[in-house]
């Protein structure tokens, strides 16, 4: 019953967002998202990560849009905070032709910090965590203080409470991480953000976005060369240094 409401909340809320003539994709979209979910893991719950076997991390816990008290654009953009889905996360990492160790990782709508700490444990040279809520942005901050001695390169994530679209990516190669975090106004904005950051260098960027509902503004943009889409996650990499087949 709660997972029927939860649902019932979430169609409210891409009704309201985003109107009738994106009503119908979108929920297709997320239709196929959570066949494919419940096909791999026989519920719609995402399961449980490693991360919170960590003494004083919690992550599981999903956090509706009434719960987060934001205000303005961003916040009427923001979906609502889900768990990442562990397996998956690690899949799509693996799957990139890089090697982690040389790049940083940057987790735009980096909710309560799963995938951070899961990018720490995977090697990433540095990490970064960008989250507009105020709430789970301290909640991250609690998760990384648990983590801290007690799982690899916790000390390697910075947590930044702000925009997604004014920041800034790091003069480094980057894979960007993005869990559906927001709506197409919002997108569009950080899309030309990192364009224009792109512009003053010759870095390497990758963007995966899991449970990708604005897919097309990333395949439109010309910046960005589409690599591969599997397992719900959407690879894309920088255009003008050519993709690695």
């Known amino acids: 019953m709660n997972r ?9 809320n891409i009704w309201s ?9 979108l929920v297709l979209h997320n239709v196929q998202y959570y066949t494919r979910h419940w096909l791999r ?11 919170d076997r960590i003494p004083g991390v919690e992550t599981q816990r999903a956090v509706y849009l009434s719960e987060l008290g934001f205000s303005g654009d961003v916040g009427d953009s923001a979906e609502p905070y889900m768990p990442i889905d562990e397996a998956q996360f690690r899949w799509v990492m693996e799957a990139l032709p890089i090697r982690l160790a040389d790049y940083a990782f940057v987790d735009l709508g980096s909710g309560k910090g799963r995938a951070l700490l899961l990018a720490a444990q995977m090697g990433f040279k540095t990490i970064i965590g960008v ?7 301290l909640a ?5 203080s648990a983590a801290l001695g007690k799982w690899p390169n916790a000390e390697r994530i910075k ?3 702000g925009d997604a679209a004014q ?8 894979v960007c991480y993005l869990y559906n975090p927001f709506g197409a106004s919002i997108m569009r904005e950080v899309i030309d953000a990192w364009t224009h950051a792109m512009s003053a260098h010759s870095l390497d960027v990758w963007i995966v976005y899991s449970n990708p509902t604005q897919l097309e503004l990333f395949k439109s943009e010309l910046s960005f060369e589409h690599v591969f889409t599997k397992k719900g996650s959407a690879v894309f990499r920088r255009a003008d240094l050519g993709v690695s087949r």
Request: positive net charge; proline residues 12%; hydrophobic residues 40%.
């Open 4 to 12: 029927l409401r939860a649902l019932a909340r979430r169609l409210r």
């Open 17 to 25: 967002r985003h109107g009738w003539r994106m009503f119908g994709p």
């Open 41 to 51: 893991h026989g519920s719609l719950a995402t399961p449980r990560s490693s991360v």
């Open 131 to 137: 989250e507009f809520s105020q709430e789970l942005h």
């Open 140 to 144: 991250a901050t609690k998760n990384v």
């Open 159 to 161: 947590l930044v409470c």
């Open 167 to 174: 920041f800034s990516p790091p003069p480094l190669p980057v």
